[in-house]
Structures are given as structure tokens and as C-alpha cells.
């Protein structure tokens, strides 16, 4: 009598097809998001994000209060800096920065009241009074800075500052919905000359993105020469926390086949090292993963420094480490930008 397949035995030949297709697709997940688990089990990294979360909701709290602060409609509060990357210390710096989408100009009453009630939120969690003496502590109105995007006045007014680092390093204290569509404003600029016809490259944004590192390096240059001593901490935060954030931005821009206004959104919702690693996810090269660790090493080295000891005042054996040590994070990054699956045009582009 011939064999005759049962139907159990059909349907367990299913379930094994079906667990051998989802194991597959499980392991190259896994190959491709495998420096995003790297920094995931980064131990000193791991802390200062937690460290961070735990400082954002505070004054998401703060925020949040009616009582303790006056928020004119449609503007958004936000910080930057360590806090945005989230690699603050206990001792980190409070750097916020305020957007309106307002159609109506804010009135100068109005205005008065909600800088007043953030002054009074950096004393009610002890943090120092704003940096550079509150220069940036003023709402930007996105509609009203649109013409100086890319002029002469675009950082005279500090609006160049404020929307690199709203892209770059930044998370909300108010309500995420409208920070979101903030965003989505300022990245509108960067898409306005596409062409539907043809595949868009966003090197508008490139440039700027370039442009904002080079005028950092020459900020620094100028306080180098001013007769603060404030420069040492330029130096160091220039060849760490600054390059990290700039160029861990350009690599999955450079490398993604489609950019789209939503996909880079989402980009500027993770923290510079989360970009990094999915920069380096794309790449899809296992073997950066060794460079990758000692890069989060040498940055958790200056963090480290950052926060216990004044640049100012760093013994011998310190301060050549921390410089050993940028050059290996330059080389990390310059290795990741030059790769071979980074298009030739774009690695020319950068230099070019």
C-alpha cells in the first residue's frame, strides 16, 4: 500500500519551514544592528544615558508645571549639550533652548515671563545660571528666521547655532508632538530646491552640517587666542563630543539610498552614538566592531575626565592620554566616513 502523507505530518513540515525562515531573518538582524548592541552593553555609556533620563524628567516635571512655568503658545523648550546627547554627568551644564511656530509675534510681556519663570528653573534644581550669559536664552520664531537660512545674518542672530544643535543634539521638555513639527520645519528648508524627477541628495543639509563643524573649529581658534582659559575645554570637547556629533550624522546620511524629510526625523531623534551605530549598521562590516569599543572606551575616558577635573589643570600622563586618545576617535570616525561602501562621490564630496 503506498505511503500517504498525513496532514500532522504537511503541518510540521510547515512549523519547521516557518521557525528555520524566522530564525534566518533573527540572525541577520543581528548581523546588521550589531553596533547598536555593542553601545547597548556599554557599561559607562549605559550609565550616563540613564543618568540623563533620569535629569530630563526632572525637568520635564518642572516643565510641565503650570506654576512654575509661563509657556507662550506654540513654543517649544529643549535641551542641547550633554543633557541632548545623553552623556551628562552628575555635574553637567543645563543648556535650553526655545522655538515658536507662532504666526503672531510673541509680545514682549509674554516673552518677559516665560525667560523669567526658566530662570527660576535653574535655580529650583541648582543648576548654574545659563551659559555665555544667556545668550541664547530667547524664543526663535522658526516662520521669522526661514530667509536666514544660508545668509550672512544666519548666525548673527544665532539661528545657525540653535538649529544645528536642535538637529543634532537635542530632546524635549515640553510637548514632543509639537517639538517634532518644529523639526519638521526646520528640515522643510533643506528640502526646498528637490527635484521630483530625480534622486534627491541632501547636500543642503550636508553643507551645513559641514559648515557648523568648521565654525566650530574656528570658535575655537578664537578663544584660544582670547584671554579666557576656557579654550583647554574647547580643545577637548572639539575632538570628542563635537566631532561625535557632526559626523555621526553625516555617515548615515552619506550611506542611506533614499533620503526622505521623514527618514531624517528620525535620524535627529536618537542621540549622536545612536546614530553612529547605525551608521555603522549600514555598513555592514564586522570588522570596525573591535575599533567601535575603543572608540566608546575613549570617549567614556573623557567623559570621565570631563567631569572630575578641570581641563585647565591636567597632569602630564592625563592630558597625553586624552590627546592619544582623540586621535584615535578622529581615525575611528575618518575609517567609518572613507569606508568602501560609502560612494566615491560622497567621500569626495566631503573633502571637496
Not at 183 to 206: A, W
Request: glycine share 4%; hydrophobic share 40%; aromatic share 12%.
Amino acid at each position: 500500500m503506498p505511503w500517504v502523507s498525513h496532514p500532522r505530518h504537511f503541518l510540521l513540515r510547515r512549523h519547521i519551514v516557518f521557525i528555520i525562515q524566522l530564525f534566518e531573518r533573527m540572525m541577520r538582524l543581528m548581523r546588521n544592528s550589531v553596533y547598536s548592541v555593542i553601545l547597548s552593553q556599554h557599561q559607562g555609556i549605559g550609565r550616563r544615558q540613564g543618568l540623563s533620563t533620569q535629569k530630563i524628567d526632572a525637568l520635564k516635571r518642572e516643565f510641565s508645571n503650570p506654576a512654575k512655568f509661563t509657556n507662550p503658545s506654540e513654543t517649544s523648550v529643549f535641551v542641547a549639550g550633554s543633557l541632548g546627547r545623553h552623556d551628562s554627568g552628575e555635574n553637567s551644564d543645563l543648556d535650553l533652548f526655545l522655538t515658536s511656530s507662532a504666526e503672531v509675534p510673541i509680545s514682549h510681556l509674554d516673552n518677559v515671563k516665560c525667560l523669567a519663570s526658566i530662570l527660576g528653573v535653574y535655580e529650583e534644581l541648582g543648576y548654574g545660571q545659563p551659559s555665555n550669559d544667556g545668550e541664547f536664552l530667547k524664543i526663535f520664531n522658526i516662520p521669522q528666521h526661514e530667509s536666514c537660512v544660508g545668509s550672512a545674518r544666519d548666525d548673527g542672530v544665532n539661528w545657525f547655532t540653535v538649529r544645528m544643535l536642535m538637529l543634532l543634539e537635542s530632546k524635549p521638555l515640553t510637548d514632543p508632538q509639537l517639538y517634532r513639527r518644529h523639526k519638521e520645519e526646520i528640515l522643510k528648508f533643506y528640502f526646498r530646491d528637490r527635484d521630483n524627477g530625480s534622486q534627491f541628495k541632501p547636500l543642503f543639509l550636508l553643507n551645513d552640517l559641514l559648515r557648523f563643524w568648521r565654525t566650530l573649529c574656528l570658535n575655537y581658534e578664537n578663544a584660544r587666542s582670547g584671554p579666557t582659559r576656557s579654550w583647554k575645554k574647547r580643545n577637548f570637547n572639539l575632538k570628542f563630543s563635537r566631532m561625535l556629533t557632526v559626523f555621526s550624522t553625516v555617515l548615515p546620511m552619506v550611506l542611506q539610498s533614499h533620503v526622505n524629510q521623514e527618514w531624517l526625523l528620525d535620524l535627529t531623534e536618537k542621540t549622536p552614538l545612536e546614530r553612529l551605530a547605525v551608521g555603522l549598521d549600514m555598513l555592514d562590516d564586522a570588522q570596525l566592531s573591535r575599533g567601535f569599543t575603543i572608540f566608546l572606551d575613549d570617549y567614556e575616558f573623557f567623559l570621565h575626565t570631563k567631569e572630575y577635573q578641570d581641563f585647565n589643570l591636567l597632569d602630564d600622563p592625563t592630558r597625553m592620554a586624552l590627546n592619544d586618545k582623540a586621535g584615535q576617535v578622529s581615525s575611528f570616525l575618518f575609517s567609518a566616513l572613507h569606508h568602501p561602501s560609502v560612494s566615491p562621490e560622497y567621500r569626495q564630496y566631503l573633502v571637496i
